[in-house]
């Protein structure tokens, strides 16, 4: 499952900050996500949860912020939300250049302290 993998991957980034930042015990990880990123968020918080129950960051959970996709046109130098896979400029039909929507970013971590459910 191509979520297990980015979750892995994404823990071990995680675990290495807190490391660095003496943080322990359940954080929030906080990651933008674009729509075209090929990664499914819900799989990826499943995927996640999982993982980083077995370390010391149990109990930690993801806040996915999701990305729409956009384009650029360099010819008329505009940004335009891309929708039904028309990645023409909607003003002079020149191809666009993807600026978001593609990524898969982590933004901030922060902790759970102070935070009641
Ligand atoms: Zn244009």
């Given at each position: 499952m191509h979520e297990t993998t980015i979750a892995g991957r994404l823990l071990e980034q995680v675990?290495?900050?807190?490391?660095?930042?003496?943080?322990?015990?359940a954080v929030i990880i906080h990651l933008e996500v674009g729509v075209m990123s090929g990664v499914e968020s819900r799989l990826l918080e499943i995927a996640f949860e999982r993982l980083v129950s077995d370390t010391n960051l149990s109990g930690s959970g993801l806040a996915i912020t999701?990305?729409?996709?956009?384009?650029?046109?360099?010819?008329?130098?505009?940004?335009?939300?891309?929708?039904?896979?028309?990645?023409?400029?909607?003003?002079?039909?020149?191809?666009?250049?993807?600026?978001?929507?593609?990524?898969?970013?982590?933004?901030?971590?922060?902790?759970?302290?102070?935070?009641?459910?």
């Open positions: 675990t290495s900050i807190c490391a660095a930042n003496s943080l322990d015990g999701k990305v729409p996709l956009t384009g650029a046109c360099d010819h008329c130098d505009t940004t335009v939300e891309i929708r039904d896979f028309n990645f023409r400029c909607p003003h002079c039909r020149e191809p666009l250049r993807v600026r978001t929507g593609e990524e898969l970013r982590l933004v901030s971590i922060t902790t759970t302290e102070g935070i009641t459910p």
